[in-house]
């Protein structure tokens, strides 16, 4: 069983998750730069993934599938960024 005090943690780095995603949102809509939607959406995930986590408690901390979305989240900031420095083909 997870604790009040663990829940609230939880709940605010989805929250902190979640408004940083709408700050890369807004960021992209202003530049349309790629590596900020891509940055939005890692975050997006990320928030989804905590709230997730939050509402439903896995007991066994050592359950390799909750790192998952993690890993997901983490290789979308890695892509992002590879596709932000790929050379250009505009010459």
Same mark, same amino acid.
């Given at each position: 069983?997870? /604790?009040?005090? +663990?829940? %609230?943690?939880?709940?605010? !780095? @989805?929250? @902190? &998750?979640?408004? $940083? !995603?709408?700050?890369?949102?807004?960021?992209?809509?202003? +530049?349309?730069?790629?590596?900020?939607?891509?940055? @939005?959406? !890692? #975050?997006? +995930? /990320? &928030?989804? +993934?905590?709230?997730?986590?939050?509402? #439903?408690? $896995?007991?066994?901390?050592?359950?390799?599938?909750?790192? $998952?979305?993690?890993?997901?989240?983490? !290789?979308?900031?890695? $892509?992002? %960024?590879?596709?932000?420095?790929?050379? &250009?083909?505009?010459?």
């Amino acid at each position: 069983m997870i /604790d009040s005090v +663990t829940l %609230i943690l939880i709940g605010a !780095a @989805a929250m @902190a &998750s979640l408004v $940083v !995603a709408l700050f890369f949102l807004r960021f992209w809509r202003q +530049t349309r730069d790629s590596l900020f939607l891509w940055f @939005a959406i !890692a #975050f997006a +995930t /990320d &928030s989804a +993934t905590r709230l997730l986590e939050g509402l #439903f408690p $896995v007991p066994d901390e050592q359950e390799p599938l909750r790192y $998952v979305p993690r890993l997901i989240t983490f !290789a979308l900031i890695i $892509v992002a %960024i590879a596709q932000k420095n790929r050379p &250009s083909r505009r010459g």
